[in-house]
């Protein structure tokens, strides 16, 4: 069946528009915006289009219309790149400003958020910046480097909670075995982890099945379903029948 919406234990839901919505909490979680990603790779020398790449905040409000957040969580890699390059900068002031109405806004600071504090800091942006967080019984990061022993602990003190994490990007390539085939980000669950598409559109996918994860959270590869992200619903399959070549 396929749906806009899936719940996928109770108050944990996946919003196609490639979102976590923790209910109890009333907390919206999205993973890797690279806000900034068109400047930060212009820099460098690639020919990026600067017009609407970066222009994340139409998506970002229908969801806060949507569920009425009372908290934002980023689950690391919300800038791309240098954020004191002024375009990256004024990127994100825009952003968290206009999300800040009416939330709380916070960051499981990823590998590309190494120099966010200072300019945040300097800015007075109202976003906190964490190593990890917990939500009622969640455990939220990005998962580049997850701090030591937190994992552990959160695992022998709940039960019932899910580790939501970012870094990944998946990705799953599906086709019909004739001539039509789609690479759709998609969830991930496994091992009591939850694995967030990348919000930029422009971050490439990585597929689980061909590809080694870059997290050692998931380096044990014990995946249970992705659910793919297709044209705005959402289709839940089984890892098995990834695995056996079955869509």
Not at 133 to 151: C, E, K, Q, S
């Amino acid at each position: 069946m396929k749906a806009d919406r899936l719940e996928l234990l109770p108050g944990v839901w996946l919003d196609a528009r490639r979102a976590v919505w923790l209910a109890e909490s009333r907390t919206l979680v999205v993973a890797d915006l690279h806000l900034g990603y068109a400047w930060a790779e212009r820099r460098k020398g690639s020919l990026v289009p600067v017009s609407g790449v970066d222009d994340l905040l139409p998506g970002l409000l229908a969801l806060a219309q949507a569920h009425r957040p009372r908290q934002w969580v980023f689950l690391g890699d919300l800038v791309h790149g240098s954020a004191d390059l002024p375009e990256i900068t004024a990127t994100l002031t825009r952003t968290v400003t206009v999300l800040a109405t009416g939330a709380e806004l916070v960051l499981t600071e990823g590998n590309h958020d190494r120099r966010l504090q200072r300019v945040v800091r300097e800015t007075g942006l109202p976003l906190r910046i964490e190593s990890h967080l917990r939500v009622g019984p969640h455990l939220l990061l990005h998962g580049d480097a997850p701090p030591a022993g937190i994992v552990e602990r959160w695992a022998e003190e709940s039960a019932d909670g899910r580790l939501l994490m970012g870094h990944e990007h998946p990705a799953i390539r599906l086709d019909d075995g004739a001539t039509t085939a789609a690479r759709c980000p998609c969830f991930v669950t496994g091992g009591r982890r939850l694995v967030l598409p990348a919000f930029s559109p422009w971050a490439a996918g990585s597929d689980l099945r061909v590809h080694a994860p870059l997290s050692p959270l998931n380096r044990s590869g014990d995946w249970e379903a992705v659910v793919a992200i297709l044209g705005g619903r959402l289709l839940r399959i089984p890892w098995d029948h990834l695995r056996a070549g079955r869509r």
